[in-house]
């Protein structure tokens, strides 16, 4: 009669319970603050925490269309703010996609994000456009803010659960697989 002990039975579940927080932690400890941006009708706005006041300046933002390609080439607005938070705004933005870039007064990017400014309802409608709010992971862009942006972190703690998922479910099976011997 074969006897396993439970110990050695949940290995491969202690293993994977304590290589998911050590990537996790790896992860965060080079993540950055970035930014966040946020679309009303022609109102483009961005907000972050990662600039540093310096020479009286917390940096600015640009925001670029699809033919554009450095910051000095996008809309420049200055980041006005406190130490809790800076941010920018931009009106009368066309419908199109574009992308926001955060440079802080020491030279740091602090983030870039692509977002999608939708055309306004038509006079004849008279009912209100949803707008998507910002959120601390990012804009919501794509059709309908069907699309989420995911950062690094994001994807390789995935990667990391469903591996994990995948190898635990296969040597589940392959265990029940086996006939009872004693």
């Known amino acids: 009669m074969r006897k396993s002990s439970p ?13 998911l927080p050590l990537a996790l932690t790896a992860g965060t400890a080079s993540a950055g603050p970035g930014i966040s941006v946020s679309t ?16 009286g300046s917390w940096g600015n933002a640009s925001l670029l269309t699809t033919g554009q390609a450095s910051f000095t080439q996008g809309r420049q607005v200055a980041l006005s703010g406190t130490s809790a938070g800076q941010s920018a705004t ?4 066309s419908p199109g996609t574009y992308t926001v870039i955060v440079v802080c007064s020491d030279n740091s990017t602090a ?5 999608l400014v939708s055309p306004g309802p038509s006079p004849a409608a008279a009912r209100p456009v949803p ?10 862009g794509g059709v309908g803010g069907a699309v989420e942006d ?10 990391t659960l469903v591996g994990t998922g995948v ?13 009872y011997r004693s």
Not at 131 to 140: C, F, H, N
Not at 150 to 159: F, K, N, P, S, W
Not at 167 to 179: D, E, I, N, Q, T
């Open 131 to 140: 707008t998507t709010p910002a959120s601390p992971r990012g804009v919501l």
């Open 167 to 179: 190898v635990a479910a296969a040597w589940f099976l392959r265990r029940r697989s086996k006939p």
């Open 40 to 55: 009303t009708g022609s109102t483009v706005s961005v907000t972050t925490t990662a600039c540093a006041q310096l020479h």
């Open 150 to 159: 995911h950062g690094t972190v994001t994807l390789v703690a995935g990667g």
């Open 111 to 115: 983030g870039t994000q692509t977002v």
């Open 90 to 93: 931009w009106s009368g933005v």
């Open 7 to 19: 110990l050695l039975r949940s290995g491969p579940a202690a293993a994977a319970a304590v290589a």
